[in-house]
């Protein structure tokens, strides 16, 4: 596989690669150092890489400064109402997407590309207002329905990735049997589809998790709070945190979405590597 | 041959297969896969079945995304307000001549271009090296690969929060690496004025690292691996074999991948917001940040309004030279 490449060459890729793994590392690292610092070393004007006397004291006075718990549980709920949402009704249009070669898919791939592209605030005020007649501000089901919106075109765009895996033969012969479009979808393409169905899924949850803009916009008070939006009320009003509890909420708030993201991650940047080499 | 290659001819036939064997075409639109649809009646039911599968997802998107969309570029032409009881009232273009003069608007627009172009544009070079240097066989691979996920799956609100960390003038490891260095005491980097807009470029450069890489790693395993070596044998230098083989499979590739980086930049909320909130002075006040506060600090909806189409305008242009710029890469080819 390597092309012919001599000792001192590949001693500076090596170099190379150690540098940038130090870039990419080096702010994480830093954050879980001081989620484990106890006040005092916070407070040492020579900060170490290793706490001495780690603690997690952090930890506690986060959950005791901000109502944490709370505000995970309405992330979590809107992100999995979101993500559910999302893909039920994705996966019906994302087959015709695939499937059917007309205008409407024509206009459906277009619309995916450019609703990645418009800035939030032309939808933002407009959507505030609708869901305020509709009674939806600082609802969570308000915010529900904005993710999935957001959420459709990714969903779209991954799933009818995954049925165009799926041989047509197979429809062909539930087609022959009587089956109707729908049927076919569901009896015979979706469970096919199932591991792209769930990977689509967890990552509109990973996404709806992450959000922030939409949460502080639509979101009022503290108890309807998601997690990020709550996160940044221990930022304080000038800026002067408590390092120690806002490094600890922050790496608390990172885990779940890491640790899907670790699951599905192949799937992600596989579909992202056929994107890039289709366009 | 690699796998993604492999794929994306699988697909292909796929496709080709499918119109193939859709029959005769009829005069109107979608056409589909299936066998045995001939009859008038039997398209009809199928016409009847596409919309029932398509109209879940289609209501939403009207709703809650067109809807706003238009709703939005209809509101630039008012002067609504937040809270306020007299009706709203049309006032043409208004908004559009007031934001001409609005310097505070042209600032942040000024520093949302050099956001965007000081993020993008290094970004591009720092994950083409990376993404050549996980293209080749080496020890520590796995470990960037795995590393990179980190800034990806990241929420932008905690990637804010731990750069706050780094960049804390007196707890943060960056002073402490300054002052290890001997380079003098350090400095309070969000707030400099001179500081604060590299300093912020520097977190959306590390945060878009990933999707970057791994767009440019992917058109570089569709580079044919045998001209590589057909050039190597040649006596073509890293250079020239990079310029005359990997390049000219890579441009489209970066082509996309630059524009749409561009754009996400140029919209982007959250990371600055968390940093610096737009200060010190506005030196890091990206158009988003102005036109949130705009709207919900200051209820004035029908302003901020305009300014996101003044942004929509800009942003469609950059994607008409992008797919035009696509569209001569294709010829190219």
């Known amino acids: 596989m390597s092309l012919r490449t001599g000792g001192p060459a590949r001693a500076g890729q090596y170099a190379a690669l150690l540098a940038y793994l130090i870039f990419l590392a080096f702010p994480f690292l830093w954050l879980i150092s001081t989620a484990f610092k106890p006040a005092r070393e916070l407070g040492s004007l020579h900060p170490t890489w290793i706490p001495r006397n780690p603690t997690l004291d952090n930890f506690r006075q986060a959950f005791d400064e901000q109502p944490l718990l709370q505000a995970a549980a309405n992330s979590l709920i809107a992100a999995v109402c979101a993500a559910l949402i999302a893909v039920v009704i994705a996966t019906p249009m994302a087959y015709v997407m695939a499937r059917n070669r007309g205008r409407l898919s024509t206009a459906a791939t277009g619309w995916v590309v450019v609703s990645q592209a418009f800035p939030f605030v032309l939808v933002i005020i407009p959507l505030f207002l609708i869901l305020k007649n509709l009674h939806l501000i600082n609802t969570l089901w308000g915010l529900i329905m904005v993710y999935v919106v957001w959420s459709l075109p990714f969903a779209l765009w991954m799933l009818a990735g995954y049925v165009r895996a799926v041989p047509p033969e197979l429809e062909e012969a539930a087609s022959v049997d009587g089956a109707g479009r729908v049927r076919i979808l569901v009896s015979v393409v979706a469970p096919l589809l199932a591991p792209g169905i769930v990977a689509t899924a967890l990552f509109a949850f990973i996404t709806a998790w992450n959000e922030f803009f939409f949460a502080l916009v639509l979101l009022k008070t503290p108890e309807k709070q998601t997690l990020p939006v709550v996160l940044t009320h221990f930022l304080g009003a000038e800026g002067v945190a408590d390092l120690g509890p806002l490094a600890a909420a922050a790496f608390l708030a990172t885990l779940p979405s890491l640790v899907l993201f670790a699951v599905i991650q192949k799937r992600i940047t596989g579909g992202m590597m056929a994107g890039a080499v289709k366009s | 041959m690699n796998p993604i290659q492999g794929s994306e001819e699988v697909e292909f036939v796929t496709l080709s297969t499918a119109t193939k064997r859709s029959g005769p075409s009829g005069a109107r639109g979608p056409r589909d896969g299936r066998a045995g649809g001939g009859t008038g009646a039997g398209r009809a039911a199928r016409d009847r079945a596409t919309w029932f599968l398509v109209l879940p997802a289609l209501i939403p998107i009207l709703i809650l995304s067109v809807g706003p969309l238009l709703y939005g570029i209809m509101l630039a032409f008012t002067d609504a307000q937040s809270g306020r009881t007299r009706s709203t009232q049309w006032i043409g273009a208004l908004n559009f001549q007031d934001l001409l003069h609005d310097t505070?608007?042209?600032?942040?627009?000024?520093?949302?271009?050099?956001?965007?172009?000081?993020?993008?544009?290094?970004?591009?070079?720092?994950?083409?090296?990376?993404?050549?240097?996980?293209?080749?066989?080496?020890?520590?691979?796995?470990?960037?690969?795995?590393?990179?996920?980190?800034?990806?799956?990241?929420?932008?609100?905690?990637?804010?929060?731990?750069?706050?960390?780094?960049?804390?003038?007196?707890?943060?490891?960056?002073?402490?690496?300054?002052?290890?260095?001997?380079?003098?005491?350090?400095?309070?980097?969000?707030?400099?004025?001179?500081?604060?807009?590299?300093?912020?470029?520097?977190?959306?450069?590390?945060?878009?690292?990933?999707?970057?890489?791994?767009?440019?790693?992917?058109?570089?395993?569709?580079?044919?691996?045998?001209?590589?070596?057909?050039?190597?044998?040649?006596?073509?230098?890293?250079?020239?074999?990079?310029?005359?083989?990997?390049?000219?499979?890579?441009?489209?590739?970066?082509?996309?991948?630059?524009?749409?980086?561009?754009?996400?930049?140029?919209?982007?909320?959250?990371?600055?917001?968390?940093?610096?909130?737009?200060?010190?002075?506005?030196?890091?006040?990206?158009?988003?940040?102005?036109?949130?506060?705009?709207?919900?600090?200051?209820?004035?909806?029908?302003?901020?309004?305009?300014?996101?189409?003044?942004?929509?305008?800009?942003?469609?242009?950059?994607?008409?030279?992008?797919?035009?710029?696509?569209?001569?890469?294709?010829?190219?080819?």
Not at chain 2, 146 to 159: D, F, S
Not at chain 2, 212 to 223: D, E, F, H, I, S
Not at chain 2, 280 to 293: D, K, N, S
Request: net charge positive.
């Open chain 2, 104 to 333: 505070l608007f042209w600032d942040s627009f000024r520093i949302g271009l050099l956001w965007a172009v000081g993020v993008t544009v290094p970004q591009f070079f720092l994950a083409l090296g990376l993404a050549l240097l996980l293209n080749q066989k080496l020890r520590m691979r796995w470990l960037a690969r795995a590393l990179a996920i980190i800034p990806w799956a990241m929420p932008e609100v905690v990637v804010g929060i731990m750069w706050r960390l780094v960049y804390n003038p007196d707890a943060g490891i960056l002073n402490e690496t300054v002052r290890d260095l001997g380079l003098g005491d350090g400095r309070d980097w969000l707030t400099g004025l001179a500081t604060a807009l590299p300093a912020v470029i520097l977190v959306g450069i590390w945060a878009g690292m990933p999707q970057t890489t791994v767009a440019l790693l992917a058109g570089l395993q569709n580079t044919p691996h045998e001209l590589h070596e057909a050039a190597a044998l040649d006596g073509a230098g890293a250079w020239r074999r990079f310029r005359t083989v990997t390049w000219p499979a890579l441009k489209p590739v970066a082509l996309s991948i630059t524009a749409l980086n561009f754009i996400w930049n140029f919209n982007s909320f959250a990371l600055v917001y968390v940093l610096t909130s737009g200060g010190p002075g506005g030196r890091t006040r990206l158009p988003m940040l102005f036109a949130y506060e705009e709207a919900f600090r200051y209820g004035q909806f029908g302003y901020a309004a305009a300014m996101g189409c003044v942004m929509v305008a800009v942003i469609s242009v950059i994607l008409a030279c992008y797919l035009a710029g696509r569209l001569r890469g294709g010829e190219d080819a």
